[in-house]
């Protein structure tokens, strides 16, 4: 069972940055893949990234190439979304997800954080 919860979300205008948050509870967290979705109003949830386990992996939507960075800290059970260069288009409600890593990148997840609110103004 892992536990995941979110935090970090908030207000921004466009070209800023935030650094989301997902803290995760369970002892076999360093093996788990992490991935980060979103839902904005009235569309449907999209992959935004995922990184493996050990941190060695990751893969990112087209839309947040060279822009959005996840990262994660084992030893805190933490892992990380940096949004740099944010556009009012991203807007949305953020989850971070586990699963293994190939099933995060085709958009599922057993494990499913509560969210977190990113709104970004133009």
């Known amino acids: 069972q892992v536990q995941l919860v979110e935090s970090g979300g908030g207000l921004v205008q466009a070209g800023g940055s935030l650094r989301l948050s997902c803290a995760a509870s369970?002892?076999?967290?360093?093996?788990?893949?992490v991935g980060w979705f979103r839902q904005a109003p009235g569309k449907e949830r999209e992959f935004v990234g995922a990184?493996?386990?050990?941190?060695?992996?990751?893969s990112y939507a087209d839309s947040v190439k060279g822009r959005f960075a996840i990262s994660r800290e084992n030893a805190k059970n933490t892992v990380y979304l940096q949004m740099n260069s944010l556009k009012p288009e991203d807007t949305a409600i953020y989850y971070c997800?586990?699963?293994?890593?190939?099933?995060?990148?085709?958009?599922?997840?057993?494990?499913w954080g509560q969210g977190t609110q990113v709104t970004v103004s133009s």
């Open positions: 990184i493996s386990g050990s941190g060695g992996s990751s």
């Open positions: 997800a586990s699963d293994l890593f190939w099933r995060l990148v085709r958009g599922d997840a057993e494990y």
């Open positions: 369970g002892r076999t967290f360093s093996s788990k893949a």
